[in-house]
C-alpha cells in the first residue's frame, strides 16, 4: 500500500503535469505509486507497455512488458477519466534521489512478431528530498563492512600475535626453571 500517489495524464501529444512532482523521500521502498491516466487512444489491446525509470545518477532501468488487463475485470484500471496504469517504485529506484524520470513505453509487436516496435514514451519528471540520515548507501555499506572485515582481521592477527608470544615467555620460563632445578640439583 502506497503512502502517496503521483497522477500523470497522458496523451499521445503531451503528459501533464510536465513540472517534477514530489515523489517522496531518497531510499523509500514501494511508498511511491505512479499512475498514468491514459487517453483511450493510448489504452489499445494491441499495446504492450513497459516501465523505464531514469534516476537522479542517470542510471536506467526497466521492466518487463505487460498488456492491460481485459475490459470488464475487476484489474481493468478503468474510469470515467480513462484507464489507469500504476507502479509501485522500488528503492532501487528512487535511493539516488534528486530528480528522475519515469516512463511508460508503449509499443506494438513487429510484423515480425518478435521485435518490439515503441510508438510513444510517456515521461513524466519526480523529484526524491535528500535522505540525510538512516539510510546507508550500498558504497558507504559496502566501505563500512570492508573496515569491519579489517579490523577483525588486525585484532585476530593482535590476538594470534599474543598467543605467540605467551608460548615463547612459557617456554622461557620452563627453561629458566629447568635451569635453576638443573643448578639446584648439581649444587651451584
Known sequence: MAIRTVTFTASSQRVCPQAPQEAGVQGEHQATAVVF????????PQYLYRWEFVDGNGQMDTTETFSLPAEGTEEDGENEAGTEVSFLLPRAWTKAGGIAEIRLAVSVLAEDGQELMTLYTLTGRLRFAARDT??????????????????????SQNARDAAALATTSALAAGRAAEERETAATAGY
Open 37 to 44: 491516466r491514459l487517453d483511450p487512444e493510448l489504452a489499445l
Open 134 to 155: 538512516g539510510i546507508i548507501g550500498e558504497r558507504e555499506f559496502a566501505h563500512g563492512l570492508t573496515e569491519l572485515i579489517e579490523e577483525s582481521k588486525e585484532q
